[in-house]
């Protein structure tokens, strides 16, 4: 397989920064974990072919790294200190080795509900992570299963590739990296080499957490090739929407139903707030759809912004079902602003 079939495969160009291809790396091996797709019998198979993509991918371009630091060093100016080492000891200086891949990253998703969003929570979650099968030592064998050794490696697992100071090596895609051929999986693991086990995490989740936000625990990810680091836990946070407020950045906003009554008096009416319950005076003749602002209201101070306001849309109703005093009273209201109007109208 060509050097441009794994660009191909990594969905990059072969212009491509590091950056960009070990981050397309990382994305396409959490979506292609097997754990994440336990349906798909292909996923460990894809997997393996991302896999040997990065590694010759990074193999090609140590070995440019090499060429172009070897290039630049017989470029330099003369000095007699490379001199002397050079005749001394018959050593090049080597460029430092090419960054061991960090593993990939695990998701977690917290969905939490809206006040606590606002107003921050402490919990625990249990994340399941993938460890070594101790039955198999993650070989995927059966303990007392038969195997033979790969025609193909030779039981090395990986298959080597060039010549003289170029040779490395890749997983080989016939015994999947073990270097054995299985005839009976291990039963514990089904022959994936690893088990989930669950693993608790405390978390406090700050005030004024909004939708989609993300926490990250460090080195708690996947274990990287090699002796690589290991890449974190990414939780993200889901909001539930609440039955009465809406939020809009730090303020939040509500409606609220009044009689027509206590819109033309003005009084004292009971609002929900983010902390409980709260009375609030109304303003005679008050109109259907005006706002009432609470300040320090909405979401609460942080060390580094001021306290969002609570905003209440005054919703007048109309009554339907009157009783006949009640009928009786709204004419006689009627008939006085009738006579208001006739006399103004004459004035």
Not at 27 to 48: G, I, M, T, Y
Not at 198 to 204: D, E, F, I, N, V
Not at 230 to 259: M, N, T, W
Request: charged content about 25%.
């Amino acid at each position: 397989m060509g050097l441009r079939e794994h660009y191909r495969i990594l969905g990059v160009s072969q212009r491509a920064t590091w950056e960009e291809i070990r981050r397309s790396y990382r994305s396409l091996v959490r979506a292609l974990h097997p754990d994440l797709n336990p349906q798909d019998k292909d996923a460990n198979a894809n997997l393996r072919r991302v896999m040997e993509a990065y590694e010759a991918i990074l193999a090609a371009r140590s070995r440019a790294s090499r060429s172009k630091s070897r290039a630049a060093y017989y470029r330099a100016p003369f000095t007699v200190s490379q001199e002397i080492f050079s005749n001394t000891f018959g050593i090049t200086p080597e460029p430092s080795p090419a960054p061991k891949p960090v593993g990939v990253d695990f998701r977690y998703d917290l969905r939490i509900p809206f006040t606590a969003a606002l107003l921050g929570m402490e919990t625990v979650i249990q994340v399941a992570r993938p460890i070594t099968c101790p039955h198999c030592n993650g070989t995927g064998l059966a303990a007392d299963g038969d195997h033979q050794v790969c025609p193909t490696c030779a039981g090395h697992g990986r298959r080597a590739l060039g010549a003289g100071m170029l040779r490395f090596g890749l997983p080989c895609r016939r015994c999947e990296g073990r270097g054995k051929l299985l005839e009976a999986d291990c039963p514990h693991c089904q022959g994936r080499g690893y088990q989930s086990q669950y693993q608790s995490y405390y978390l406090s989740i700050p005030a004024g957490t909004e939708d989609g936000a993300r926490l990250y625990i460090k080195g708690e990810g996947g274990r990287g090739l090699g002796d690589g680091p290991r890449g974190d836990l990414e939780v993200v946070i889901s909001v539930e929407p609440h039955a009465f407020f809406i939020r809009r950045g730090r303020d939040l906003y509500c409606q609220v139903k009044v009689s027509f009554a206590q819109a033309a008096l003005g009084g004292d009416i009971c609002v929900p707030t983010l902390t409980g319950h709260r009375l609030l005076k109304l303003p005679r003749g008050l109109q259907s759809g005006m706002t009432i602002r609470i300040p320090g209201g909405g979401v609460p101070a942080s060390p580094y912004q001021a306290p969002g306001d609570q905003f209440i849309r005054v919703i007048v109703t109309t009554p339907e079902n009157l009783s006949p005093g009640q009928r009786h009273l709204l004419e006689e209201f009627t008939r006085l602003r009738r006579e208001e109007v006739s006399r103004a109208a004459h004035e």
